[in-house]
């Protein structure tokens, strides 16, 4: 086995900065950080704009419930699954070009899923968004890191990126239905060309490059078996419930991920030019840090998946009166995220992060309670619950993920870093929503299995709460009142389901932070 411990080589030795900015440069990167923040700002947004355009599609393409998740999911697997290699290319190649690069990719997709004519093209497109998004996100921290060299104005900087990709993630459903209010649903991709290319033009200018000289070849074996693994797990649970979960497809896709992230872990391990550099795992302080990130996302990007649909589909609001009311998530998240920091040096991470696990765990526990006479305020409590757990548990976990990494390593750290908040976002959707739709599903199939309703029909209503709620107005009168209160229960007895699980994964997270989180971090001075 090849031997890779931590570089004991002193931070920087191995690091080239950029001197394009020379001397001024410290006095410009609060403008250069405000640029990495707008860029990384769309593309979380644009994993969760889409969610307010879903009925919209479903009744313009034509979706089902699987395809609406590949609509969500397919943007993150491509992304999640490339971050760890478009890290190591920033490394080895330059960040600045390749984070520009990214956003060249991110608007071409975004133009190609704005006039996308059905749900393969649009999936398509968005996977192709994701390739972008992929060599953005990794590049923002790594520059970050490289830029602010200082340990509390990195640590502000840190709280600054961290809050603004939680606002991205809790806003997107907000312009999404500002946009949908105003314009068609392509508008709301659209919205990122002029943005990349304002970005673009600024980081030409004000954004210096950096790399790690003594950086490794790109581990292409290692990129694809992580790619692969990722969306074969994927692909199970988001079809698991069309499918059927003993179905043989499912069960070969997800045993086949599993081996094909064995292979990967063991790849990764005895490779001279590791993608994932498996020894910072060794820190538990990089690793239950990690960790908690991803359930964090998993958090967020479930429950937003589930609340902008009963939003739309079962309490009846438009998209812009959906986005409003996802908003108080948006607006504590950033609030909090920024006091953050603070809080953890009186307190410690350990108790911050505990204390944003607990909550979201809570959130999630209230939210059981919701049934088809719940109206908004019934929800409120929790969705401002799960915007604070989320403020305090971002920023500390992901100071904590950078500070135990050389800076020569921050291209692969924050690969890694986002890495976990991407997959820790799919896994949200994929799992969450197909709790969602099992159950939606096998009750809407009981419900029609003794009536005479032809196929074409059972598999529209079936296929997706909104695709119920069609086929009940066509049918009008006091059958199509009863098969839409029929849908909308059995959409509130999944949502149920999913929020329960949800409970369950934060309540367990939390135990983990409090029982192996370091109550603090180490001087971020010093990186081990």
């Not at 890779?4 to 002193?10: A, N, V």
């Not at 994993?47 to 009925?55: E, K, M, Q």
């Not at 984070?99 to 704005?114: K, M, N, R, T, Y």
């Not at 959409?491 to 983990?512: D, H, N, P, R």
Request: aromatic share 8%; net charge neutral; hydrophobic share 55%.
């Amino acid at each position: 086995m090849v031997n890779r411990s931590f570089d004991p080589t002193p931070a920087g030795l191995h690091e080239e900065r950029s001197t394009e900015l020379g001397d001024d440069l410290d006095h410009r990167r609060w403008a250069v950080l405000a640029v990495l923040c707008l860029t990384l700002l769309i593309i979380n947004l644009d994993g969760t704009i889409l969610n307010v355009a879903l009925p919209t599609i479903v009744r313009t393409l034509h979706a089902t419930s699987s395809q609406l998740q590949w609509m969500v999911d397919a943007y993150v697997i491509v992304m999640a699954g490339l971050l760890l290699i478009a890290g190591s290319l920033g490394d080895h190649l330059g960040r600045k070009w390749v984070f520009l690069g990214g956003l060249v990719v991110f608007a071409a997709g975004s133009a190609a899923s704005a006039f996308s004519a059905s749900p393969d093209q649009l999936i398509a497109a968005r996977s192709f968004m994701g390739i972008g998004a992929a060599a953005i996100m990794p590049s923002t921290l790594s520059i970050l890191t490289n830029v602010f060299t200082e340990p509390l104005d990195r640590a502000r900087a840190i709280g600054l990126w961290s809050g603004t990709s939680g606002l991205g993630l809790a806003i997107g459903p907000v312009v999404g239905g500002w946009l949908l209010a105003h314009y068609w649903w392509g508008s709301v991709f659209l919205i990122n060309v002029p943005i990349a290319a304002a970005a673009c033009l600024a980081a030409l200018f004000i954004v210096p490059d950096s790399k790690n000289l003594a950086a490794k070849r790109p581990d292409l074996v290692g990129a694809g078996c992580s790619l692969l693994g990722i969306a074969l797990l994927l692909w199970g649970l988001i079809e698991a419930p069309t499918r059927g979960w003993t179905s043989l497809a499912i069960l070969g896709a997800l045993i086949g991920a599993i081996f094909i992230i064995g292979v990967f872990i063991m790849w990764e391990r005895h490779t001279s030019h590791p993608l994932l550099e498996v020894s910072f795992f060794r820190s538990r302080r990089f690793s239950v840090a990690m960790g908690a990130l991803g359930l964090v996302l998993f958090a967020l990007s479930g429950g937003l998946f589930l609340f902008t649909q009963y939003f739309q589909f079962s309490l009846g609001y438009s998209a812009i009166q959906t986005g409003l009311r996802i908003a108080p998530i948006a607006a504590v998240l950033i609030v909090v995220a920024l006091l953050s920091s603070t809080l953890v040096r009186y307190v410690g991470t350990k108790v911050v992060v505990f204390a944003g696990m607990i909550l979201i765990a809570i959130g999630f526990a209230m939210l059981t309670t919701v049934s088809i006479h719940s109206t908004y305020t019934s929800v409120l409590p929790a969705l401002f619950l799960l915007g604070i757990g989320t403020g305090l548990a971002v920023a500390p976990c992901t100071e904590s993920v950078m500070g135990s990494v050389s800076v020569d390593l921050a291209g692969v750290g924050s690969a890694t870093n986002s890495t976990a908040l991407q997959i820790g976002s799919a896994l949200g959707v994929a799992v969450l929503g197909s709790l969602l739709s099992t159950r939606y599903q096998v009750d809407m199939r009981s419900l029609l299995s003794n009536l005479s309703v032809p196929a074409p029909v059972v598999q529209t209503t079936v296929g997706s709460l909104g695709g119920a709620l069609e086929v009940a107005h066509r049918l009008g009168g006091t059958i199509g009142a009863q098969l839409a209160t029929s849908a909308r229960q059995s959409f509130i007895s999944g949502m149920v389901l999913a929020v329960s699980v949800g409970a369950v994964i934060s309540s367990a997270a939390a135990i983990v932070v409090a029982v192996l989180l370091p109550a603090r971090g180490e001087d971020p001075t010093r990186r081990v």
